[in-house]
């Protein structure tokens, strides 16, 4: 049949790429004129399959209480009249409750291993040039209590399957050397080798490129979606920019903006964008990143090396963090954007040329509990792939599978219950 995928950012190519090999006619609109130019765009790089426990863990919520007097705190909350937060923000507390954090880990672990053998068929068979490489990732900590609570976390995620060490700061150090600017404030991390980094606008790009190979895709770029057209309950076409288009079927694929075609439909996604920042940095031969990928648990800052410096060329250092809630606007703060900066300096001083770091914010497209949503959306020939918050280069190739399977009638590699959106009410 013929299926239309709005959003051509990771999750929505994902899809597209499961539903091509189903041998279904594809069709891909995007607002942009290219893929991966919103969310997508310049994420953290980290492709980390062992890192999806959800946001909303125990302890989250009091520490945010904390973060809100805080204008440096990794989290900043703007309160405003808006239902759409105060539901998300009840659902996140709901969401923190030791038991729902446990099996909300479990879920996103299957997930994230799912996604991880995935990408790995679809590298086996097609080549795709996206910076790739499996360089293992170290989670550093600066307090004892909080890495005493990471081990916990790694022994409940043993149980997965999941394959970690935990370091003291001697072993971090001999691990990283690039540490050594933050070595005395360090008391220990969480080392998983399998982890791995990657460019996700240069992945969009690969799967548009080996996509549009295929005689049964098409991609319509510079085409806004203003609404979906019903007919007898079900979605018939698609409103666009550049006129309608027709399907036997819709994926909603697009992040936080499918909020504005869902609502005229009285369909209320239980989404907010979580809006957050991130520096490219050149780095050269004379510099010293660090070669792992690190996370800084206490400024919950990212660090990924996507390409190492050469005498020939440049590499670049991708630097990510924050989490503001201060509504749907992409605009950069230059007070967020300085102290990303500053803290990164700080960790690594000679990690690369930061006179010249390339600055950018996007919006993530989150959950209260961090799972993403998949499935049907109780409006015919209307199924939903939304939700990937921060983690959709790490999770969209095993959603965009799962999504395939079930618009095929076949039964899903993992049980998909979690991530079906009636757990939240529609």
């Not at 310049?42 to 890192?51: F, R």
């Not at 990471?150 to 690039?178: M, N, S």
């Not at 040329?353 to 499935?375: E, N, Q, V």
């Not at 959306?377 to 990937?388: K, P, V």
Request: net charge neutral.
């Amino acid at each position: 049949m013929k299926v239309c995928v709005i959003g051509a950012g990771i999750a929505g190519l994902c899809a597209a790429w499961h539903l091509a090999d189903d041998g279904h006619e594809v069709v891909v609109l995007d607002r942009e004129d290219g893929p991966g130019l919103g969310t997508s765009r310049a994420n953290g790089g980290q492709l980390s399959y062992s890192y999806v426990a959800p946001l909303a863990a125990p302890g989250v919520p009091r520490k945010g209480l904390g973060w809100m007097l805080d204008a440096e705190a990794p989290l900043r909350l703007r309160p405003q009249m808006d239902p759409r937060l105060w539901r998300w923000l009840l659902g996140f507390l709901r969401a923190a409750r030791p038991e729902n954090f446990e099996a909300g880990t479990r879920a996103m672990l299957r997930l994230a291993y799912h996604s991880r053998d995935v990408l790995a068929e679809m590298m086996a068979g097609e080549r795709l040039d996206f910076s790739y490489r499996r360089n293992g990732k170290l989670v550093v900590f600066r307090d004892a209590e909080e890495l005493r609570g990471a081990a916990a976390v790694v022994a409940l995620q043993a149980k997965e399957g999941a394959r970690q060490q935990v370091l003291d700061a001697r072993e971090c150090l001999e691990l990283e050397p690039a540490l050594a600017a933050m070595g005395g404030e360090l008391a220990g991390g969480v080392f998983t080798p399998e982890e791995a980094v990657g460019d996700s606008l240069a992945f969009c790009l690969a799967l548009k490129n080996a996509l549009a190979r295929r005689s049964r895709v098409q991609f319509l770029f510079g085409r806004e979606v203003t609404g979906l057209r019903l007919a007898g309950g079900a979605v018939e076409a698609a409103e666009t920019t550049g006129g309608l288009v027709d399907a036997d079927a819709f994926v909603l694929s697009s992040g936080i903006g499918a909020m504005k075609l869902a609502e005229p439909l009285g369909l209320r996604l239980p989404l907010y964008p979580l809006k957050g920042y991130s520096l490219t940095v050149p780095t050269r031969s004379s510099d010293c990143p660090p070669e792992i990928s690190i996370t800084d648990a206490h400024h919950k800052t990212v660090y990924a090396l996507l390409e190492g410096a050469t005498a020939e060329r440049e590499g670049r250092l991708r630097v990510a963090g924050m989490v503001d809630l201060v509504g749907f606007g992409t605009r950069l703060s230059e007070d967020r954007v300085a102290l990303l900066q500053r803290q990164a300096v700080e960790a690594f001083p000679a990690g690369g040329d930061w006179s010249r770091a390339d600055p950018w914010a996007g919006l993530r497209p989150a959950t209260p509990d961090w799972k993403p949503i998949l499935g049907e959306s109780g409006i015919g020939r209307l199924w939903l792939h939304l939700g990937h918050g921060g983690l959709g280069f790490t999770i969209g190739c095993g959603t965009g599978h799962l999504l395939a399977a079930m618009i095929a009638g076949r039964e899903p590699a993992i049980p998909v219950g979690p991530y079906r959106l009636p757990r939240r009410a529609a």
